[in-house]
């Protein structure tokens, strides 16, 4: 069993050893909701925040961090209510000095605090860095997994982990929800996700199971939950024609959200999988009601349930895809089509991509929040556990 694997397995079952060892690492992660604080008008600020924390491009340093740690605790759970750590137990004691320091500090202020300070770390920040300037062949700064390009009025968000497959880290999913932000405000008119190398995307990067925080698997299944969520809202929300252009294999969460684009065309060298049993998982992306609507019910529970591969013909067949094309010729005539399509009036698209989709919206929500409540206990389970020691132990793959 590889450390990796020993440490996962530790964590899950005895979370509060960890707690207890002192070996706290720096970890954005520590950053996210977990507090279950009341909403505030601040409270979406320093989401936003804690968001900007995990795209630093430079570590902070130590003071600051520990600043973070500080504010970040009392602003979610009040003064410091841990015992003091022993004289030699250096990190969690400079951790609780920061903290205690804080002394009774109110909730709010130190939010505002915590807000103040990362905005004054992040400089002119990836905010700002990954608005799209208008004009041709414009690409954008500030993501380090994205390649984020404009060009003939059109956002180009490429995964661009290609020797992990694509697949989706945490720092990921925050960077595409970024750039389908920035993409929704820029001057282009189609915005399309696409996958650099053989593969369009293996689905969530199994290694994010083993990044947990200090608060055990429990914290870490809920800030998965809710991130879980945001994500896949800004797929529902998002207000242009979008669309997925699948150049090789496509894996769970990559399968699922495309029940939420517009267009999907994929490469005949494409499948479509979502092997959510053998991860012990359930799924996710709206697919529990987009994809017996799209496919009807049987066919969406082979999928969905059974984790049937489709090649891209039969996806097409079953109306996920919209078109297929061979491989040699992919690019070259999804691309042609996509620039003449994005020559098409903006207003006209988008009113109309809002009036085939408003009626759906609220459902989506409903059913999105839903997925990501199941999962939530999901990922607490032994089934899925298990799959995730056996993938990263390499004894397994799809
Ligand atoms: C406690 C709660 C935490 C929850 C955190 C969750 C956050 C939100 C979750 C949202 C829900 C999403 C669900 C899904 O997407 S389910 C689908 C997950 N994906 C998989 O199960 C795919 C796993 N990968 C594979 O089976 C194979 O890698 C694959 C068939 C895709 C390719 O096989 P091939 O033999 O061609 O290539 P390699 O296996 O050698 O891959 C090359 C390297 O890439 C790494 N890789 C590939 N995919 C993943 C992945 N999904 N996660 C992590 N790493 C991946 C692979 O390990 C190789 O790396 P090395 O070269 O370093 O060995």
Aim: glycine fraction near 6%; charged fraction near 20%.
């Amino acid at each position: 069993m590889s450390e990796i694997v020993r440490r996962i397995v530790r964590r899950w079952y005895h979370p509060s050893l960890l707690r207890s060892s002192g070996q706290y690492t720096w970890s954005p992660a520590l950053q996210l909701h977990t507090s279950g604080t009341a909403m505030s008008v601040t409270q979406k600020d320093f989401e936003n925040a804690m968001n900007q924390v995990k795209l630093l491009k430079k570590d902070p340093g130590n003071e600051v961090k520990l600043k973070l740690y500080a504010l970040y605790k009392q602003a979610t759970e009040g003064p410091c209510n841990i015992p003091k750590p022993g004289a030699f137990d250096f990190v969690n004691k400079a951790k609780w000095d920061a903290w205690n320091g804080l002394g009774s500090l109110p909730k709010e202020t130190a939010r505002q605090n915590y807000v103040d300070l990362v905005s004054s770390l992040s400089g002119p920040s990836s905010e700002s860095s990954s608005q799209v300037k208008p004009g041709a062949d414009s690409k954008q700064e500030g993501y380090e997994n994205l390649l984020v390009t404009s060009e003939d009025r059109i956002t180009k968000i490429l995964l661009n982990r290609p020797t992990k497959k694509n697949a989706i880290t945490t720092q990921m999913y925050h960077e595409i929800m970024l750039a389908l932000k920035a993409a929704s405000q820029d001057d282009s008119v189609l915005t399309v996700l696409t996958g650099s190398g053989d593969y369009y995307c293996s689905g969530n990067d199994l290694t994010n199971f083993t990044d947990i925080p200090p608060g055990g698997v429990e914290e870490k299944a809920k800030n998965s939950s809710f991130l879980l969520r945001d994500f896949v809202n800004c797929f529902i929300d998002f207000p242009k024609p979008l669309v997925a252009v699948v150049n090789g294999p496509a894996v769970g969460i990559s399968v699922t959200i495309l029940g939420l684009f517009d267009i999907v065309y994929a490469s005949d060298r494409a499948t479509f999988h979502t092997p959510f049993s053998h991860l012990g998982q359930s799924p996710e992306g709206c697919s529990s009601y987009t994809f017996p609507k799209i496919m009807g019910s049987s066919k969406a529970a082979e999928m969905l349930i059974f984790g049937k591969k489709l090649t891209a013909g039969e996806a097409c067949a079953q109306g996920l895809v919209t078109q297929v094309f061979p491989d040699s010729t992919f690019q070259k005539e999804v691309w042609t089509r996509l620039k003449a399509y994005s020559k098409l009036p903006p207003n006209a698209m988008r009113i109309s991509k809002e009036i085939i989709r408003k009626n759906e919206k609220e459902k989506l929500h409903a059913v999105n929040a839903e997925e990501c409540n199941v999962l939530l206990s999901r990922w607490q389970s032994d089934e899925c556990m298990n799959a995730v020691v056996n993938f990263l132990s390499r004894k397994a793959k799809l």
